[in-house]
T-cell receptor, first 113, second 114 residues
Framework: GQNIDQPTEMTATEGAIVQINCTYQ??????LFWYQQHAGEAPTFLSY????GLEEKGRFSSFLSRSKGYSYLLLKELQMKDSASYLC??????????????FGRGTSLIVHP | EAQVTQNPRYLITVTGKKLTVTCSQN?????MSWYRQDPGLGLRQIYY???????DKGDVPEGYKVSRKEKRNFPLILESPSPNQTSLYFC?????????????FGPGTRLTVT
């Protein structure tokens, strides 16, 4: 089976930097995604990591360490609109050519002035 | 505009009354899937489809059926809904079922079964 852990809730101040961690235990790992989900809306893709290291995309960066089963999403220069839930999703379990994604429970980030 | 659409967006129904939630994508994606999202449990996959006429169970398939007769459509069928199927449902699609492809999600269907 697969197990994905991320903090339930985090708070941060506008303009600051926040790091959201995700740890996972899985067999057949083949990539980790981060999605952003605003309340009542659909998840939207933020980043994808399959190799170790840091992927930077504007204010958002994502890091992966496969040996440690660990990833983080780094958000810089926080804005109020960044208040959302951040979902970590691991691709593993190859079945008939498809990797079944497993989502963590999400981290609710609250950005305050 | 590239998108995934779902209908209805909101539905209140009674136990045992069959219902279908439609999902359609206009991106010519091969891979489509259905998720349910419940407080404290996150997104859980119900069924997925690698391509036309190819469907398979996800983590929580009990009480649901799907079909994939056309590439663009992937309806979710609840033959006899029960209150424990009250949830927020998302349809998603990606270019292929391989690991590197991001998923595009529909706007969600909030279902209440009384």
């Amino acid at each position: 089976g697969q197990n994905i852990d991320q903090p339930t809730e985090m708070t941060a101040t506008e303009g600051a930097i926040v790091q959201i961690n995700c740890t996972y235990q899985t067999s057949g790992f083949n990539g980790l995604f981060w999605y952003q989900q605003h309340a009542g809306e659909a998840p939207t893709f933020l980043s994808y990591n399959v190799l170790d290291g840091l992927e930077e995309k504007g204010r958002f960066s994502s890091f992966l360490s496969r040996s440690k089963g660990y990833s983080y999403l780094l958000l810089k220069e926080l804005q109020m609109k960044d208040s959302a839930s951040y979902l970590c999703a691991v691709r593993a379990a190859l079945i008939r050519g498809s990797y079944i994604p497993t989502f963590g429970r999400g981290t609710s980030l609250i950005v305050h002035p | 505009e590239a998108q995934v659409t779902q209908n209805p967006r909101y539905l209140i129904t009674v136990t045992g009354k069959k219902l279908t939630v439609t999902c359609s994508q206009n991106m010519n994606h091969e891979y489509m899937s259905w998720y349910r999202q419940d407080p404290g449990l996150g997104l859980r996959q119900i069924y997925y489809s690698m391509n036309v006429e190819v469907t398979d169970k996800g983590d929580v398939p009990e009480g649901y059926k799907v079909s994939r007769k056309e590439k663009r459509n992937f309806p979710l069928i609840l033959e006899s809904p029960s209150p424990n199927q009250t949830s927020l449902y998302f349809c998603a699609s990606s270019l292929k079922g391989g690991a590197i492809y991001e998923q595009y999600f529909g706007p969600g269907t909030r279902l209440t079964v009384t």
